[in-house]
């Protein structure tokens, strides 16, 4: 018990860590010591440090699969896409959000200790979603289309407002997106 408390407490400082410096050219040692900590207790408890990265991208999709979920349900579909833009456009969730675009870049290129991301990356978000409109009345395979486009919008979205940081344009921009599907939906 106590093994996995030392453990999740670290993983938490770590995410925090990286989500606020990023993981480019972190080692072992340089976390340990921001952490207050030793890199042997980080390899006692994660393997390596390609295990630690994959733990991180586990926490950190948990956490961003948790903001998806805490909008709270209705029946406007726009409304709580609207709430769900507000929440995953916050500030407080931007440093998570460079970091998830950060391992999605290397996942992509293949580097081993984040490919796991891939598995679900657009599934596990849209089931949710399809479920929801499968709920209010469409057809399963227009659901997910719908769906897949969603998350691809809000990712794009959230790429470019970490990039350019045109909160205006980007709200604008989803604004658009979800008055286009109120119409359609």
Same mark, same amino acid.
Request: aromatic share 8%; net charge negative.
């Given at each position: 018990?106590?093994? +996995? /408390?030392?453990?999740? !407490? ?13 993981? #480019?050219?972190?080692?072992? %040692?340089?976390?340990? =010591? ?5 890199? *042997?207790? @980080? ?14 991208? !586990?926490?950190?999709?948990? %956490? ?9 349900? #209705?029946? @406007? ?8 833009? %507000? ?37 596990? +978000?849209?089931?949710? +979603? ?12 227009? =659901?997910?289309?719908?769906? !897949? ?5 809000? *990712?794009? @979205?959230?790429?470019?407002? @970490? ?19 109120? /119409?359609?939906?």
């Amino acid at each position: 018990m106590w093994y +996995m /408390k030392a453990r999740q !407490r670290l993983l938490d400082a770590t995410v925090d860590y990286v989500a606020a410096h990023g993981i #480019g050219d972190l080692s072992l %040692r340089q976390l340990a =010591a921001a952490l207050g900590t030793s890199h *042997r207790m @980080l390899v006692y408890h994660f393997g390596s440090k390609e295990g630690l990265l994959v733990e991180v991208v !586990r926490a950190v999709e948990s %956490r961003q699969k948790q903001a998806l979920t805490e909008f709270e349900p #209705g029946p @406007l579909l726009g409304d709580q896409a609207r709430q769900m833009w %507000r929440r995953l456009a916050d500030p407080s969730m931007w440093p998570l959000e460079r970091l998830f675009f950060e391992l999605y870049g290397q996942a992509l290129q293949g580097r081993t200790h984040t490919t796991q991301l891939l598995d679900g990356v657009v599934d596990d +978000m849209a089931q949710p +979603m399809i479920d929801m409109l499968v709920a209010q009345g469409h057809e399963p395979d227009v =659901a997910a289309a719908w769906a !897949r486009l969603g998350i691809a919008v809000v *990712r794009g @979205l959230l790429l470019d407002l @970490l990039a350019t940081g045109d909160r205006e344009g980007v709200d604008a921009a989803m604004e658009l997106f979800i008055g286009t599907f109120e /119409k359609l939906a």
